[in-house]
């Protein structure tokens, strides 16, 4: 029979599949709208990153940086899971908002503390070889 809502393909069914309910079958999205508000909200006096930043400057900066690298190793392994329909989809979403704040987190760290950063640039467009350029982040500041 045709009619029947079992064949579907339709992506529309992942929210029946998780429900979030807070226990383990499901991830509700609110959690990942405020990581990235929290973001947002870092970001907002940093100035925009125009290439690659080496993970330097502070002690905190520094384990944020690792925990970014953690974080990224679960989104990896995450990821068959989701594709297999075992885990839901917010979870990864989740994860993957989560190392982005952690790599926010560790740049606003280091200009709350008047640290610089690091930025490994080609200088010539088509150059093999990059080179770090050392950029003071309060002077760099985004202007309103």
Request: proline share 3%.
């Amino acid at each position: 029979d045709d009619d029947d809502d079992d064949d579907d393909d339709d992506d529309d069914d992942d929210d029946e599949l998780f429900p979030a309910d807070g226990v383990g079958n499901g991830f509700d999205i609110v959690h990942v709208n405020i990581l990235e508000e929290w973001i947002d909200s870092m970001t907002d006096k940093l100035p925009e990153l125009t290439s690659f930043i080496l993970p330097t400057g502070s002690k905190i900066s520094a384990q944020l940086h690792v925990a970014r690298c953690v974080c990224r190793r679960a989104e990896r392994r995450v990821l068959p899971l989701v594709k297999d329909g075992v885990c839901d989809p917010n979870a990864m979403k989740y994860l993957n908002r989560l190392s982005d704040f952690f790599f926010s987190a560790a740049r606003w760290s280091n200009y709350c503390d008047g640290r610089e950063e690091v930025q490994y640039r080609r200088f010539t467009r088509g150059a093999r070889q990059r080179n770090r350029v050392v950029v003071n982040l309060r002077e760099e500041e985004k202007k309103d």
